[in-house]
């Protein structure tokens, strides 16, 4: 091997070395910085949890960013030169490898000095050999990269804090678009069972629906006010095929009048009466029970005028159990024993099975309940939220308008002065003005509102001066006395504040304060600033001695 | 081949450390003024010493020519001194027949080593007789030039400008000296042992060591010494550096300099950087040979501005911020 290919090949393995350490050193540096990025983000979202789309969007620019900055730093290639000149440095060679590679390079250029060329060639190449490179560069890693598996760690740990805000983002998992309160969640839950309960009256997949609202409520595919009126439709839904309550409880009066009085009926009225429909079936199934036992022939006779007067009922939802009694009464009027008892029978399962239809509408009703407060929570939030932005855009003009005000405080007097003149509403109108000036963030919502003229109508209504009120100087004017005359025609001495207006006078000619001397001073130096203090130390020198 | 080179750097070793320890006898202390004269000497250039009277500027420079097979000549700079007292003048001389004719009387300059002692106390047109000898190493007078022999070497001291009854030497004149180096009072030390070699009934001896071959010889290695261009671009660039102009200059250079260094300057740096490497026995110059030879090579060419010399700006603060301003090559 060469002189020249050892030398090669020793710079370009010192360069490897170099490179190698170089891009750990900043690489790791690098990342130390970047990692800030996601463990700042995530720590805020602990407090202010984002939305998937937004954590995918900040964490992407930053993968971007990282993967640029490794890009830029990888694409940096160092030279031979450089090598030759750092090692030289490191192993205090005096610039020989730095030559040496120059002379390598360069053949052609030093052609005079051929031998003594070779001769530094050959004794760097001889010095390369030697050199041990682990030694002058060795592979350290930097401490930086101890922060970065630190801040790697607390990325990952804070993911894993239990709280309740907290959203896993190695799970996939992030905030909802749409966070629901734990009443709300309550509302939900409670809603889901009822509703669960009311599927029983061929209404399905009502749960169903309610979950699919709420999840793109959550994910965002929906917002508030189309949540609202897909639950407002989920409300109507339920309202649909609703019991006529009040039918119901009109016939269960009618039928307990008539069969009040006959003491086999009686229980059966009274249950009716209390609107009991399952302790009228059960009574109506005990009666069915004994009638088999029964044989006298009066109470069967006391019994079947009883039903059949119960039976002719007009109540459409007691139509079925009406026409149950009417069959029991028949068949007692047959002496069938056996068939009153099955009608009765059936008397009763039909008024269970009503009495489970009232159960579950019951169950529907609170449901569509439960419903209606989730959709009052939801508009109340609606409302804050708008509230609050409209009161923060009415700070944030409030503030503007209050500077504007404030620089000119007695200009601001002599327009309240003029409202206060010119009515009540428009007094009131000024002061709402005032009042929204001076509105603070947060408050800003009610700024508009806190208008205390005579007309409260017309508070907060004034239109908002964005630009702020003109500013002006705060001058006192002079008084100056003019000359008037009274109405009588004798002269009268008044005095009052000078007009404010434009200048007539141009300013070149206002004639100066300043005294010829003082002028000078302003205008006439040609001494140059930076030779000033010699001037000045020059004459301090040749200034005769004190007392001379 | 690189035997006879290896060779030759170590006879240039060798006869340099003679001819420093033969001067170290005489001269106490100054091991580097005695180094930077040596070096201009073999960088066949001309040397200005400047230090108080009583230093022993002279006592160097007629010791080292003791040390050298090599004719000395010395002149004494006065106010009244002559450009023709220095080169010579033609002379009537009447022949044995009787017929008269001008002859050339050669002056103290035809000499391979002169002493310029206290040049700065003769005028400016006295010292500006020195210019054709020390650039061209010839000399006119009349229609006549002759040429000086090699190796031809000035060394001249002055005393500061502040002191009385002297004159400043002409720019072009200070920019043909290779080297000005400062010469300070010894340490105590050194004081004693100048003392105790001076105070007694003998003196110190020095035995001629080179002759004017070996001299020319060593001219010849010095200059076959190779630079690479990073470092030589590192001479220039230092030497921009002085100049008060974008882009080389510092703040310190805008503000207080008038010129820089002319390219004499780059070329000393570059050749006091050559000896420098043969006597670290290296084959190549590096840019610490650059930086330990500029302060010599640099400081009487650069000139200060108004500003400066009103602040008394010395020229080695100025260098020494052009070089911790310059970066090496890469």
């Known amino acids: 091997m060469s002189d020249r290919e050892i030398i090669i090949r020793s710079l370009q393995k010192i360069d490897r070395r170099i490179r190698g350490n170089r891009l750990l050193r900043e690489l790791m540096f690098g990342l130390s910085i970047l990692l800030l990025v996601p463990v700042v983000f995530k720590i805020w979202d602990l407090f202010q949890p984002f939305r998937g789309v937004t954590v995918i969007a900040v964490l992407g620019l930053w993968f971007i960013g990282v993967v640029v900055y490794f890009a830029s730093r990888l694409s940096r290639k160092g030279s031979l030169a450089h090598a030759a000149a750092a090692i030289d440095k490191k192993a205090s060679l005096h610039d020989e490898l730095k030559s040496a590679y120059w002379f390598v390079m360069n053949p052609t250029a030093v052609k005079r000095s051929t031998d003594w060329v070779e001769l530094q060639v050959r004794r760097a190449a001889h010095q390369v050999i030697q050199l041990d490179v682990q030694r002058h560069y060795p592979t350290r890693i930097p401490s930086t990269s101890y922060a970065v598996v630190l801040l790697i760690a607390l990325f990952v740990g804070l993911n894993f804090v239990p709280l309740s805000q907290n959203h896993n983002w190695a799970y996939l998992q992030a905030a909802p678009a749409f966070s629901l309160s734990a009443e709300e969640q309550r509302l939900i839950n409670q809603t889901k069972q009822l509703l669960k309960q009311a599927e029983k009256l061929d209404q399905p997949e009502l749960v169903k629906k309610l979950e699919e609202i709420v999840q793109n409520l959550q994910e965002g595919n929906i917002d508030t006010a189309e949540a609202l009126r897909q639950l407002e439709d989920l409300r109507n839904q339920l309202d649909e095929g609703n019991l006529d309550m009040a039918n119901i409880n009109e016939g269960l009066d ?99 099975n009503l009495a489970d239809k009232v159960e579950q509408q019951l169950a529907k009703n609170s449901a569509a309940q439960q419903l209606q407060d989730l959709q009052d929570q939801i508009r109340q939030r609606q409302q804050q939220s708008q509230q609050g932005k ?18 000119d405080a007695a200009n601001s007097d002599g327009e309240s002065g003029d409202a206060e003149g010119s009515g009540a509403a428009d007094q009131a109108s000024g002061q709402g003005k005032e009042g929204q000036q001076a509105g603070k963030p947060g408050e800003g919502g009610q700024a508009g509102a806190q208008g205390q003229g005579q007309n409260p109508s017309g508070a907060g209504n004034a239109p908002m001066n964005i630009m702020g009120a003109p500013t002006k100087l705060n001058v006192q004017l002079e008084q100056e006395k003019l000359n008037a005359e009274s109405e009588g025609g004798t002269p009268q001495n008044l005095e009052e504040a000078s ?14 304060e300043l005294s010829p001397a003082q002028k000078d001073v302003l205008t006439q130096d040609k001494i140059p600033w930076e030779y000033k203090s010699l001037i000045k130390n020059y004459f301090q020198a040749i200034r005769p001695p004190r007392g001379k | 081949m690189s035997t006879a080179i290896d060779q030759q750097i170590e006879t240039f070793q060798n006869q340099f450390k003679k001819v420093r320890d033969e001067v170290s006898k005489v001269i106490v202390g100054y091991s580097e003024i005695i180094d930077g004269v040596i070096m201009s000497l073999l960088a066949n250039g001309h040397v200005l010493l400047e230090g108080v009277p009583g230093l022993g500027k002279t006592k160097l420079v007629s010791t080292l020519s003791n040390v050298m097979h090599l004719k000395f000549s010395r002149i ?114 050194s004081l004693h042992t100048i003392m105790n070699r001076t105070t007694r009934v003998e003196e110190p001896q020095v035995q001629r060591i080179v002759d004017k071959d070996q001299i020319l010889e060593m001219r010849r290695v010095v200059r076959a010494v190779p630079i690479a261009r990073p470092v030589q671009d590192y001479a220039i660039r230092i030497m921009l550096g002085t100049h008060p102009r974008p882009p080389y200059a510092n703040a310190t250079v805008m503000r207080f300099v008038r010129y820089g260094a002319s390219p004499r300057g780059a070329q000393a740096l570059v050749i006091g950087g050559k000896i420098r490497a043969l006597l670290n026995n290296r084959v190549h110059v590096s840019c610490e040979d650059i930086r330990a030879v500029a302060y010599g090579a640099l400081r009487h060419r650069v000139l200060l501005n108004f500003e400066g010399e009103a602040e008394r700006v010395d020229t080695d603060t100025i260098l020494k911020s052009i070089l911790e301003s310059t970066p090496e090559p890469n």
């Open chain 1, 499 to 512: 007009k404010q207006e434009r200048s007539k006078l141009d300013y070149r000619n206002v004639r100066s």
């Open chain 1, 390 to 407: 409209e009161a923060q855009q009415q700070a944030g003009k409030g503030q503007q308008g209050q500077k504007s005000e404030s620089a």
């Open chain 1, 254 to 352: 009618e039928m307990a009048k008539d069969l009040q009085g006959n003491p086999e009926t009686d229980d059966i009225a009274k249950a009716m009466s209390e609107h009991d429909l399952q302790e009228s079936a059960d009574k109506l199934r005990e009666l069915a029970n004994e009638l088999t036992k029964e044989d006298d022939a009066a109470k069967m006779k006391a019994l079947e005028e009883a039903l059949q007067q119960a039976s002719d009922n007009n109540s459409p939802a007691m139509q079925k159990l009406a026409d149950d009694m009417k069959n029991a009464a028949n068949s007692l009027a047959d002496k069938n024993s056996k068939g009153a008892q099955d009608a009765l029978n059936q008397a009763s399962k039909d008024l269970q």
């Open chain 2, 76 to 189: 004494q700079f006065t106010p009244d001194l002559m450009p023709a007292d220095i080169t010579g003048t033609n002379v009537v001389q009447e022949s044995a027949v009787g017929e008269k004719f001008l002859e050339f009387q050669q002056g103290p300059i035809f000499a391979n080593i002169v002493l310029a002692d206290e040049v700065n106390r003769a005028t400016p047109k006295t010292q500006s007789a020195l210019l054709e000898a020390m650039e061209e190493t010839t000399v006119t007078v009349g229609k006549t030039t002759f040429r000086l022999d090699a190796p031809f070497f000035v060394l001249a001291t002055q005393n500061p400008l502040e002191m009385e009854g002297t004159y400043p030497l002409p720019e072009a004149q200070l920019d043909r000296f290779f080297m000005k180096l400062k010469v300070d009072y010894p340490t105590v030390a």
